[in-house]
């Protein structure tokens, strides 16, 4: 079956700019959780939606957002871009239960300029 | 809160040698145990997870891992190297306990030498 889909698959914006992440979870999954990884600070956890409720939330400013549709499909944005937050933006997915394997997309890599 | 740490930020073997890839986990609760893998431009594939069914626990590509609560640990084996196992690893966590996050290391960067 398809794995967890991510677009666009690089992006380049500039500065104040906003911007939105696609992502398609495994069918059947529910639980759509999103990650900034950058070389300085590593895997970061941004926040994680389960049946379009978010579930939990990283420590990460308000221009980030997120939200989960009725079919599972997520999508976070970020608003007013700054540098820093070039980053590849992984996306993963699972079934509910919390000892369940979560799988990871191939990333969205954003490049703020 | 769950915590990882992962000792050494880059690890060189020779090909044939030994791997072993430390990992430290901090949870306050049972936790579940993950080592993922990278390689370059890609994103997180799962080399095996630890769900208190054994504690030693066998993944993909010959990886292999052993959960030891007394020292806390989660260490990555495989006893020969290939070129192919060269890439970024991290271990992860998630407590056994509401709904928590999967909270990961720093990683670990394999080299493997020919």
């Known amino acids: 079956k398809a794995g967890v889909t991510q677009t666009p698959r690089y992006l380049i914006k500039t500065r104040g700019q906003q911007v939105t992440l696609s992502c398609s979870p495994i069918?059947?999954?529910?639980?759509v959780s999103w990650y900034q990884q950058t070389p300085g600070q590593g895997l970061q956890f941004l926040f994680e939606?389960?049946?379009?409720?978010?579930?939990n939330k990283g420590n990460f400013p308000g221009r980030f957002s997120g939200r989960q549709f009725s079919n599972s499909r997520s999508e976070m944005n970020v608003s007013t871009l700054e540098l820093g937050d070039s980053a590849l933006y992984l996306c993963a997915s699972s079934l509910d239960q919390v000892g369940n394997t979560i799988y990871f997309g191939e990333g969205s890599w954003l490049t703020v300029v | 809160a769950q915590s990882v740490t992962q000792l050494g930020s880059h690890v060189s073997v020779s090909e044939g040698a030994l791997v072993l890839l430390r990992c430290n986990y901090s949870s306050s609760v049972p936790p579940y145990l993950f080592w993922y893998v990278q390689y370059p431009n890609q994103g997180l594939q799962l080399l095996l997870k630890y769900t208190s069914a054994a504690t030693l626990v066998k993944g993909i590509n010959g990886f292999e891992a052993e959960f030891k609560k007394s020292e806390t640990s989660f260490h990555l084996t495989k006893p020969s190297a290939h070129m192919s196992d060269a890439a970024e690893y991290f271990c992860?966590?998630?407590?056994?306990?509401?709904?928590?996050?999967?909270?990961f290391g720093k990683g670990t960067r394999l080299s493997v030498i020919a």
């Open positions: 939606y389960f049946s379009e409720t978010q579930r």
């Open positions: 069918s059947g999954h529910r639980s």
């Open positions: 992860a966590v998630r407590a056994d306990s509401g709904n928590t996050p999967l909270v």
